[in-house]
């Protein structure tokens, strides 16, 4: 599988994923570097880092002279960020709506892209957007601390795990952010954060196999 080398260690990072999802690679299998780096026609080195990033989020663990090992993940494991990340963007919703007057071009452009990528099919393109939707409303809130938090939560990883576990629409996934444009553009920052509130309520019913109210 040829990549393009310019977002290659999302890409591998984004295809070990999935095929951790799907189950194509059983818990306690080796992910050899030399292996995968032949396979993506590319250097050890994004893979490592891929499976540095992979780590972090808990899904392989590494053994000093024996590599990468897949871990296995609970659902209950999945779901222990979306609080988290509620609290957080509820709060930065809130100062967000208070602080951009309504000036919302920038958060239109990333809607206008995902329902874009959604038309085309490109789940990667869809996540970056929708990332960085979200990390519109962060870096809006003003708040530094909120900020350095949010980002130390790799939410650009976790969100492709969210799309890919639900198998969520994409058209759907886009539309899921209107509420919260439309809260920001009223300037309401109990409206902005009952969206965000909902957004992620939303998400968390799709992976227990439920529907959004």
């Given at each position: 599988?040829?990549?393009?080398?310019?977002?290659?260690?999302?890409?591998?990072?984004?295809?070990?994923?999935?095929?951790?999802?799907?189950?194509?690679?059983?818990?306690?299998?080796?992910?050899?570097e030399t292996q995968l780096a032949r396979e993506f026609g590319t250097s050890q080195a994004?893979?490592?880092?891929?499976?540095?990033?992979?780590?972090l989020l808990r899904f392989v663990e590494s053994e000093p002279f024996r590599g990468a090992?897949?871990?296995?993940?609970?659902?209950?494991?999945?779901?222990?960020?979306?609080?988290?990340?509620?609290?957080?963007?509820?709060?930065?919703?809130?100062?967000?709506?208070?602080?951009?007057?309504?000036?919302?071009?920038?958060?239109?452009?990333?809607?206008?892209?995902?329902?874009?990528?959604?038309?085309?099919?490109?789940?990667?393109?869809?996540?970056?957007?929708?990332?960085?939707?979200?990390?519109?409303?962060?870096?809006?809130?003003?708040?530094?601390?909120?900020?350095?938090?949010?980002?130390?939560?790799?939410?650009?990883?976790?969100?492709?795990?969210?799309?890919?576990?639900?198998?969520?629409?994409?058209?759907?996934?886009?539309?899921?952010?209107?509420?919260?444009?439309?809260?920001?553009?009223?300037?309401?920052?109990?409206?902005?954060?009952?969206?965000?509130?909902?957004?992620?309520?939303?998400?968390?019913?799709?992976?227990?196999g439920a529907r959004p109210e």
């Amino acid at each position: 599988m040829k990549l393009n080398r310019t977002v290659l260690r999302e890409q591998i990072k984004e295809e070990l994923i999935a095929r951790l999802l799907s189950g194509e690679y059983a818990p306690g299998e080796r992910l050899v570097e030399t292996q995968l780096a032949r396979e993506f026609g590319t250097s050890q080195a994004p893979v490592r880092e891929a499976l540095r990033e992979l780590e972090l989020l808990r899904f392989v663990e590494s053994e000093p002279f024996r590599g990468a090992r897949v871990r296995e993940v609970t659902l209950e494991e999945l779901l222990e960020i979306y609080p988290v990340r509620a609290a957080l963007e509820e709060l930065a919703a809130r100062l967000a709506a208070a602080r951009l007057g309504g000036a919302i071009g920038a958060f239109e452009k990333e809607f206008e892209a995902m329902k874009e990528a959604a038309g085309a099919g490109d789940l990667h393109e869809l996540v970056r957007h929708d990332v960085s939707f979200h990390r519109l409303i962060v870096e809006s809130s003003g708040n530094r601390t909120l900020k350095e938090v949010w980002d130390s939560l790799r939410i650009g990883a976790r969100t492709i795990i969210t799309v890919v576990k639900t198998d969520i629409d994409l058209h759907e996934l886009a539309e899921m952010h209107r509420p919260l444009l439309d809260a920001l553009e009223e300037k309401d920052p109990e409206k902005a954060g009952a969206a965000l509130r909902w957004h992620f309520t939303a998400f968390e019913k799709m992976m227990k196999g439920a529907r959004p109210e």
